[in-house]
């Protein structure tokens, strides 16, 4: 792959993320890819796990919107910050809790590593500012 084929690839995620399309994401990994998120116990081996995970996303924050704020892009690899908004108007899964909606809005913040190979995702490590956004919807600090 290219500077091009990877950037295009990490176009259509973020794009995918944006839309809540847990279809059109999933279907830009590889057979047998690794994703590995720091909210998730377990590694995500499955486009099945992969729109779970997504699909609890999109429930805890029916409007969220993502977009990429910085970007570094290789020959097989890209590192992503993103920024994503939304409300809390949804149960919220994350760490195998499930905390219940706030109704409060939220600025967040995540950095994410991809590594690819003939024009799919290998292995894609997703680091989420979980402790960043607890504190947003009040579960977290003094307001907790």
Same mark, same amino acid.
């Given at each position: 792959m290219n500077r091009e084929e990877i950037e295009r690839l990490d176009d259509a995620g973020i794009a995918a993320w944006d839309q809540h399309d847990a279809d059109a994401f999933m279907n830009l990994f590889a057979d047998g890819f690794t994703w590995l998120d720091d909210t998730s116990p377990d590694p995500i081996r499955s486009?099945? &796990?992969g729109r779970e995970y997504m699909r609890s996303w999109f429930t805890a924050f029916p409007d969220m919107r993502v977009? &990429? +704020? !910085?970007?570094?892009v290789g020959d097989d690899a890209v590192a992503?910050? @993103?920024?994503f908004t939304g409300t809390n108007t949804g149960t919220l899964a994350m760490g195998g809790m499930e905390m219940p &909606? +706030?109704?409060?809005?939220v600025t967040g913040r995540a950095t994410y590593f991809a590594r690819a190979e !003939?024009?799919?995702?290998i292995e894609f490590h997703s680091h989420p500012d979980a402790a960043g956004m607890m504190a947003q919807l009040? @579960?977290?600090g003094a307001g907790a």
């Open positions: 486009s099945d &796990a977009r &990429a +704020t !910085n970007r570094v992503c910050e @993103l920024e &909606a +706030t109704g409060k809005p !003939n024009g799919k995702i009040g @579960l977290l």
